[in-house]
């Protein structure tokens, strides 16, 4: 075996489609398009995270709604695309992300879901 076998890029750089559920469990017929945590793309969105969070004073007034933000704005570089009316763009994941806790838990917990990247399943 060489480690080239543990090469992870090119199964993981296109990201996947994850379907979307309604409250009750039933498939909404809406999704997301994700990429991993794995990915190169996304190391340097956490990079720019960590960044920013350095900068936050736990003394300013604001500072927990500022590492929120930070947050949000890592998650949503994750989403490279959705099946809503609304345009795909930064402020618009953003807006929903900052209004759905329910939303930011599934991206959150998608993107680090290695068998979903990795394999055939859904997340």
């Known amino acids: 075996m060489k480690s080239t076998d543990f090469f ?12 979307l559920f309604k409250q ?21 969105l956490g990079a720019r995270m960590y960044s920013e969070l350095a900068k936050c004073d736990d003394k300013d007034k604001g500072v927990f709604e500022k590492r929120l933000d930070i947050n949000i704005g890592y998650l949503a570089g994750h989403v ?14 953003c807006d929903t992300l900052r209004n759905s806790q329910r939303f930011r838990d599934e991206i959150a917990t998608t993107i680090e879901n290695r068998d979903f990247f990795y394999g055939s399943s859904e997340s």
């Open 24 to 44: 009750d469990g039933t498939d909404s017929g809406q999704w997301i398009h994700l990429i991993s945590a794995e990915s190169k793309e996304s190391a340097l």
């Open 80 to 93: 490279k695309d959705w099946s809503f009316e609304e345009e795909c763009t930064t402020e618009n994941v």
């Open 8 to 19: 992870s890029t090119e199964a993981i750089a296109d990201g996947k489609k994850v379907p």
